[in-house]
């Protein structure tokens, strides 16, 4: 399942982060990242399902 979440955060970070925690502080941080530009975004996200 860890693959699909990477995927997912390679694609759509927030969406990726969303499978892993949910509606969470992490979750939000992600969509202000991505926002702010797609590379953070993307490195929060997998950094987030890798914690995990």
Known sequence: ???????FAVLLPPLGV???VGFGMHFWLNI???ILG???????AIWV???K
Do not use: N
């Not at 399942?1 to 995927?7: A, K, L, N, Q, S």
């Open 32 to 34: 202000l990242l991505t």
């Open 38 to 44: 797609y590379l953070p975004g993307i490195v929060h």
């Open 18 to 20: 969303f499978l892993q």
């Open 1 to 7: 399942m860890d693959i699909v979440r990477i995927i």
């Open 49 to 51: 399902i890798a914690k």
